[in-house]
């Protein structure tokens, strides 16, 4: 006979599940959209676009499933934790899905104009961040603080690409208004991922309250 923990368990195990391929699709959505906009790929952009649906989803069964055991097994301590921090890591993914949509449009935006320059920072800003989303997703799943720590870290380092992709693009608007519109198309990808990494800092953040009880400041 399947006890009320192993009914507790097994549902958890599948909440977990849930946002391991959720916040797999998120890289992927990452990756695609910056990879778009380096390459002038309208196709991947709108397969971008096209797949944020099924993000949106999987949020939603994510919220399904953690209501469900809320209402059915009335968790309390940790438990109670592990579900409502979930609830917060897929809200999380979601609008770091949204933006990678946001990045998607600036590719369509910008159209068959060439860049102004080869893309360098930015991409390796969104390598950051991918690999932000896996380990916060991994921090959560093997409950490690030391790797929801490292979340800081590596926030910091996406935050000064950040401010050198601003500053080099402010001399290009200096120097050559015409780079204008452009110009300021890119800073606002470098800012939707500066974003995606607070996000991915934010569930850093939630791992360690789940474990410690205490929420720090990951993004100060």
Do not use: W
Not at 137 to 149: F, M, P, Q
């Amino acid at each position: 006979m399947v006890t009320k923990r192993q009914q507790f368990d097994a549902a958890l195990s599948g909440l977990r599940q849930e946002l391991i391929e959720m916040g797999g699709k998120v890289e992927r959505a990452i990756q695609l959209s910056v990879q778009s906009l380096k390459e002038g790929n309208l196709e991947l952009a709108n397969e971008v676009i096209a797949e944020d649906p099924i993000i949106n989803a999987q949020e939603e069964r994510i919220d399904e499933i953690g209501t469900n055991l809320i209402a059915t097994q009335q968790p309390v301590a940790k438990d109670l934790r592990r579900i409502i921090i979930a609830f917060r890591m897929a809200s999380d993914l979601e609008r770091m899905a949204d933006l990678a949509v946001d990045i998607a449009k600036v590719t369509i935006r910008i159209g068959d104009q060439p860049l102004i320059k080869p893309l360098v920072d930015i991409p390796r800003m969104a390598e950051i961040v991918q690999l932000m989303t896996n380990e916060s997703i991994a921090s959560y799943v093997n409950e490690n603080v030391d790797l929801a720590y490292k979340m800081a870290k590596m926030d910091d380092e996406v935050d000064q690409l950040h401010s050198q992709i601003m500053r080099e693009l402010f001399v290009f608007m200096v120097d050559n208004p015409k780079t204008v519109n452009q110009s300021l198309l890119l800073c606002f990808v470098s800012r939707y991922l500066e974003r995606m990494a607070d996000h991915a800092t934010n569930i850093g953040e939630s791992v360690v309250y789940l474990v410690r009880g205490k929420r720090p400041d990951l993004n100060a």
